[in-house]
């Protein structure tokens, strides 16, 4: 079983990472890599960063792609 220090540790070793990554160095389910990850930002260890920027620079609702393009990393606070 993974635990909540296992993950702010391999989010420490990357500098930063998405639940993709987390979940498959840990080999763990993502939506329980998504609710660990929100325990700890709840608990101040890690903080969310939303990437979702377009290509061009702009956020995702002035994307010609109109898709939901929502991307967040965690990193250490």
Known sequence: ??????IRDLIALYGQADIQLLSEQLNT?????HAMTEKLVSLGKI?????SACLTGTSC???PES???SHFIYKIK
């Open 1 to 6: 079983m993974v635990s909540l220090l296992q």
């Open 29 to 33: 389910p993502a939506p329980l890599i």
């Open 47 to 51: 903080e969310q960063v939303d990437i």
């Open 61 to 63: 609702k002035g994307c």
């Open 67 to 69: 898709q939901d393009c």
